[in-house]
């Protein structure tokens, strides 16, 4: 354990000893107040609409085989002494992703702050980072020593654990138990790494991952401050808003975290002093009118397989080329199963990781999608999109980007092929609605549409400097209701 010699104040045996399990202690007082169902939280406090998404039952579903999951994402990452990428002067900004999807918001804002101040971006991905990403990004590993520390917790926690997930929902042990297992390795981590670099500041991109949930505790712990940008639209199924300073899309997510401020474990306590942003839809996006004749259409596993081959089979004898984009956690096996079921002279599928968003919008006559924030995006872009739900969801229109005139919508297939005949008819004109895509991204209109990331970059510079925030672009006083 040479390197946790770095940060021991005390040179005694006995305070040796305190430093040397300080990491086990600090992630026992967060578990005290948060309970391990609190940070998972999208299958520990969402769990019937968590579980409504899956389109099958998964593969592994019993208790064991989710332990050899948890694993097979553990051992990859471990190395016998820390990492020396970790390395960082102290009061530097940490930026950290562990999706695709929060990668595409963080990477330009991570980008624009390293050319201001000191920066250390960490990932963890189960595959390499995207080739469209910036270099500055470096993954995540375990020191060894400190995954020894996941043993005496499982232990101090079984019974906790278990009766806990059991209450709420049998499968979440023999469904997800891995996800609910991390947690005793991130916390430990995320105080060994903390504790050790001192950043001044930190951000992250979600508020419901167990990764995430888990750095946000310890630095609360540690009294750091936290920043938080979106990467995805939100709702009143969400955790409450425990960030120093929120970079929101619009008044919509404001108003979906109002009613959210239940939503914290009842042992948990709320952050002093939260401020917002309303800074706009992190893409960086810019309109831009497409006489292409491909047709889009944004899918995840969610929305059914099968469906999505027959709705394609159904519309190709009226349209020539479609382009099938793949959510990230999408399954290669899905993949190839879509890739096999049309013909590729005229369907092309891809992982949304390969293409950026606008560049992807950019391409298409029309999108066609489900529950997803894409149609904002695609309303951004100048691209005519229709909600369209391929099998009924748990959730109809669960963001209202169908009721508040972003998108098109239709329920039926034969709907759905007068729409799009419609948007390729010569007289057909795309028209957004300004106010309504303002209500769910701020910077739509203004000097900052497609600047996003160096806005929020800018307010960050500004809020390190000591500016006061409330005079500062996009400022909103977080008001909770009565």
């Known amino acids: 354990m040479k390197y946790l010699s770095s940060f021991r104040p005390n040179t005694t045996f006995l305070g040796i000893l305190d430093d040397i399990f300080s990491p086990l202690r600090a992630a026992l007082s967060v578990l005290s107040l948060n309970p391990e169902h609190w940070i998972n939280f999208s299958p520990g406090q969402n769990t019937k609409p968590h579980f409504a998404r899956l389109s099958s039952r998964p ?234 004749n491909i047709i889009g259409i944004a899918f995840k596993e969610a929305d059914g397989v099968n469906e999505l081959v027959n709705l394609v089979t159904y519309l190709l004898p009226h349209f020539q080329y479609f382009d099938i984009r793949c959510h990230p956690a999408t399954s290669h096996s899905t993949i190839v199963f879509i890739q096999q079921s049309l013909n590729s002279k005229f369907v092309r599928v891809t992982k949304a990781q390969d293409t950026p968003v606008g560049q992807y919008l950019a391409s298409l006559r029309c999108l066609i999608a489900g529950n997803s924030s894409i149609h904002l995006e695609s309303a951004i872009c100048s691209c005519p999109s229709i909600y369209f739900e391929l099998k009924p969801q748990f959730s109809s229109d669960y963001y209202g980007f169908a009721r508040k005139n972003i998108c098109l919508s239709s329920s039926s297939k034969s709907s759905l092929l007068a729409i799009l005949l419609n948007i390729f008819s010569p007289n057909y004109c795309f028209s957004p609605n300004i106010e309504s895509i303002q209500y769910y991204s701020a910077s739509f209109g203004t000097k900052w549409q497609g600047k996003e990331s160096q806005l929020v970059s800018s307010l960050i510079q500004q809020l390190s400097a000591g500016k006061t925030p409330s005079k500062l672009w996009g400022y909103r006083h977080f008001s909770p209701l009565p």
């Open 59 to 292: 593969a592994v579903s019993f208790s064991f085989g989710r332990f050899l999951l948890f694993l097979r994402w553990l051992l990859p990452s471990i190395i016998l002494k820390f990492n020396p990428y970790y390395s960082a002067p102290s009061g530097h900004i940490l930026i950290f992703a562990d999706t695709v999807n929060q990668l595409s918001v963080l990477d330009d804002i991570s980008h624009d702050l390293s050319s201001a101040t000191s920066v250390c971006s960490l990932y963890k991905l189960p595959h390499d980072l995207p080739s469209h990403c910036n270099t500055n990004w470096k993954p995540i590993k375990f020191p060894i020593s400190l995954c020894l520390f996941a043993i005496p917790l499982f232990l101090l926690r079984f019974t906790s654990l278990f009766r806990n997930l059991y209450s709420i929902d049998k499968r979440l042990l023999s469904w997800r138990l891995d996800g609910f297992l991390t947690i005793y390795i991130w916390l430990p981590f995320f105080y060994f790494y903390l504790s050790q670099t001192k950043p001044s500041f930190v951000l992250v991109s979600n508020d419901h991952n167990p990764s995430t949930r888990s750095l946000i505790e310890i630095c609360r712990l540690l009294k750091i401050k936290t920043g938080y940008v979106q990467h995805a639209s939100t709702s009143a199924r969400f955790h409450q808003l425990q960030f120093s300073y929120s970079f929101l899309d619009g008044l919509s997510s404001y108003e979906s975290y109002l009613s959210c401020e239940g939503r914290l474990s009842p042992l948990s306590s709320t952050e002093p002093n939260r401020h917002v942003f309303l800074t706009g839809i992190q893409r960086n996006l810019s309109s831009s009118l497409s006489t292409s």
